[in-house]
């Protein structure tokens, strides 16, 4: 059987977003992408490190995304980190509308997953920034979890 390049089991993470922003928050929406965005997706190149979600006339659209253009794409092919809409209900746009009025809250991409109906999926969280005290608060409390479970091991 031979394997392709594509695949449906895509899972892109920003891991650096845990780091820099305390996740309160989760949502999905779908995005609104054009042909060589989503075989690039399937391949698995995407980059959400730079991204965030603002809201503008009741919709939501996400900017930093880096999807590197289809390398079998012609002149048709897609530019990297243009802004996408992302796709909500209404009753959802008003509640983060809500949220992201308050001082200090913002939108940052978690990650990008293919569902499995074959739709690209951009999972958000509504964040507040943490202080660089808080950061060392956490890789202190890990390294003393990494320790705990060492000692159960022996």
Known sequence: MKKSRFSNDINIRNR????????????VAGMVLTGTEIKSIREGKANLQD??????????????INITPYAQGTHYNH??????????????????????????LTLVPTRLFINDRGLAKLEFAVAKGKKMHDKRDNIRERDAKRELNRLKLK
Request: net charge positive; with cysteine; proline share 0%.
């Open 51 to 64: 991204g965030y979600c603002y809201l503008s006339n009741n919709e939501m659209f996400v900017k930093g």
């Open 79 to 104: 530019e990297a980190t243009r802004e996408r809409k992302l796709l909500l209900k209404r009753s959802e746009l008003k509640k983060l509308e809500g949220k992201v009025e308050e001082k200090g």
């Open 16 to 27: 650096q977003a845990g780091f820099e922003y305390e996740l309160m928050d989760k949502y």
